[in-house]
């Protein structure tokens, strides 16, 4: 194939380890087809999948089950995430051999199907995950911080109190970053923070890296882009996500600390979910999170356009920080983003909107509809073959491959 790309720029393709492509489980919300065929048409060549599926993926015959559905439908690359619980760390290892990619731990989760595995776990699944040499990401929120006499504030009625602690104090998040951040330098693991809402963390995780803990962060578009001043707009219940879009004030420090290279990369925490699901009338029933693997890279090249970063800052943060972290570099010693051909090409004189339509999620209920846009991937190649064109999935199902991660 002879690709034209006079006046186009080419990237690597961007690497988004923090993906919940929802199947098996909730494929009413997004399936392996169409998660992928947005993070195609989004210039996202490999998604990482997180497990709280149904059944979650926390042994080798439900990462074996989600292998084999990936594999039929996939049209980009992808990583599998194994979940940590409390009752599997002696399956952690056979995951890793199956191929798991990486692990994620929830510190705080009141998903019944993840639940939080108490400290000792924790530490004891940090020893496993050192001596395999696989980073761990970590929901780094401290949800039992919550509780009173035995109970959520939620539960126990106290709705205000848990608005507010869940909505404008961060010290859920900042205590669990501190916490991970100690527990990985006792152990010797390598984490990975997902998702940094606040900067509240940000000297914890400095001062980390400072003392040679091996943490890599991430932050996600929302948390750039958005603020509870939104609220107005969105509405509050539709804005739900864990951890929260904090007051103004936090978006300006993430930015810094992302360009300044204290949080590393740049992920989406792509949630889907429908908009029915986040609209109910009480803010505990709407579903937490937003699609998000089609609207990142258009989203910072707006901001490229004006700007606020180069581009070259944002093939750091969105392709080689994570292929770095997570060992995705094909010779030891070697990092080669694009390698293989995963390659983006943009017009940055293309111009447009955002909207939930236009997107290829089924959960597509967006909160940044209507922003405006400046800079385009017009065509995303996995491997050498155009999985996406001018907008639209092009790629064959079953085009994705699974990836292969080097341990350290
Ligand atoms: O907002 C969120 N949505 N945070 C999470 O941790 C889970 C995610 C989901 O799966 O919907
Ligand atoms: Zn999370
Ligand atoms: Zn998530």
């Known amino acids: 194939e002879t690709i034209d790309a006079t006046g186009l720029h080419v990237i690597p393709g961007a690497i988004d380890v923090h993906v919940h492509v929802r199947?098996?489980?909730?494929?009413?919300?997004?399936?392996?087809?169409?998660?992928?065929?947005?993070?195609?048409?989004?210039?996202?060549?490999?998604?990482?999948?997180?497990?709280?599926?149904?059944p979650p993926t926390a042994s080798v015959a439900a990462l074996d089950r989600k292998h084999a559905i990936a594999g039929s439908q996939a049209i980009v690359d992808y990583g599998l995430y194994g979940l940590i619980g409390e009752h599997n760390?002696?399956?952690?290892?056979?995951?890793?051999?199956?191929?798991?990619?990486?692990?994620?731990?929830?510190?705080?989760?009141?998903?019944?199907?993840?639940?939080?595995?108490?400290?000792?776990?924790?530490?004891?699944?940090?020893?496993?995950?050192?001596?395999?040499?696989?980073?761990t990401t970590v929901h780094a929120e401290n949800t039992p911080l919550l509780t009173w006499r035995g109970e959520t504030l939620r539960a126990a009625g106290r709705t205000d109190a848990a608005a507010h602690l869940e909505q404008h104090i961060d010290l859920a998040a900042v205590e669990a970053v501190s916490r991970t951040a100690i527990f990985a330098e006792w152990t010797g693991a390598k984490v990975h923070i997902a998702h940094e809402s606040t900067r509240h963390s940000l000297p914890h995780i400095r001062f980390a890296k400072a003392?040679?803990?091996?943490?890599?962060?991430?932050?996600?578009?929302?948390?750039?882009?958005?603020?509870?001043?939104?609220?107005?707009?969105?509405?509050?219940?539709?804005?739900?996500v864990k951890p929260p879009v904090r007051e103004p004030g936090h978006a300006g420090p993430l930015w810094d600390a992302l360009l300044d290279g204290t949080i590393d990369m740049l992920s989406t925490d792509h949630a889907p979910h429908l908009m029915s699901e986040k609209t109910r009338d009480v803010i505990w029933d709407c579903a937490p999170g937003f699609p998000g693997v089609e609207t990142s890279m258009v989203l910072m090249l707006a901001q490229v356009s004006r700007g606020r970063l180069t581009l070259g800052q944002y093939v750091r943060m969105a392709c080689e920080a994570p292929a770095e972290a997570f060992g995705m570099f094909p010779r030891k010693g070697v990092l080669m983003v694009g390698a293989d051909a995963d390659i983006v090409l943009i017009d940055m004189s293309k111009t447009g909107r955002i909207t939930a339509a236009?997107?290829?999620?089924?959960?597509?209920?967006?909160?940044?509809?209507?922003?405006?846009?400046?800079?385009?991937?017009?065509?995303?190649?996995?491997?050498?073959k155009t999985?996406?064109?001018?907008?639209?999935?092009?790629?064959?199902?079953?085009?994705?491959?699974p990836v292969?991660?080097?341990?350290?």
């Not at 489980?25 to 599926?53: I, Y």
């Not at 798991?100 to 940090?126: R, T, W």
């Not at 999985?387 to 085009?399: E, H, N």
């Open 387 to 401: 999985v996406a064109l001018d907008g639209r999935p092009v790629g064959p199902p079953g085009w994705g491959r």
């Open 404 to 408: 292969t991660v080097r341990r350290t």
């Open 211 to 240: 003392r040679g803990v091996d943490l890599t962060v991430e932050t996600c578009p929302h948390y750039l882009f958005l603020s509870t001043d939104d609220g107005g707009r969105l509405g509050d219940n539709f804005m739900r």
């Open 23 to 54: 199947e098996p489980g909730f494929s009413h919300k997004e399936t392996w087809t169409s998660a992928t065929r947005a993070a195609a048409v989004g210039g996202v060549t490999t998604v990482f999948d997180m497990p709280n599926t149904n």
């Open 358 to 384: 236009g997107l290829h999620s089924i959960g597509n209920a967006t909160p940044f509809e209507g922003f405006a846009l400046h800079g385009m991937p017009v065509r995303t190649l996995v491997r050498g």
């Open 89 to 135: 760390l002696d399956q952690l290892e056979a995951m890793a051999q199956a191929g798991a990619a990486s692990f994620k731990l929830y510190m705080g989760s009141e998903n019944p199907l993840v639940p939080c595995p108490p400290d000792g776990a924790i530490v004891a699944a940090f020893e496993i995950l050192a001596r395999l040499g696989i980073r």
